[in-house]
């Protein structure tokens, strides 16, 4: 799975940290990045892009670059 931070969309909330660690950090300027793809289930990051309050993950197939959040 493709996972991606929209950085100008994030606001730094960090639920995406909170959940899933071992993916996602927080920069020098508070604004998420993805640090390991694969640093955790699919489960969970799907979980952590649906806590997003402002959506700015975004979640795509491997290969066939479909969708899959949001």
Known sequence: M???VD???CDGHGKCVEVSPK???MNE???SEV???K???EEKIVFAA???PVKAIFLEE???GKRIFP
């Open 35 to 37: 640090i390991d793809p």
């Open 29 to 31: 300027r508070f604004v």
């Open 50 to 52: 649906k806590l997003c």
């Open 39 to 41: 640093g955790d289930t």
């Open 7 to 9: 950085q100008g969309i």
């Open 23 to 25: 993916v996602f950090k």
């Open 62 to 64: 491997d290969g066939t």
């Open 2 to 4: 493709k996972v991606t």
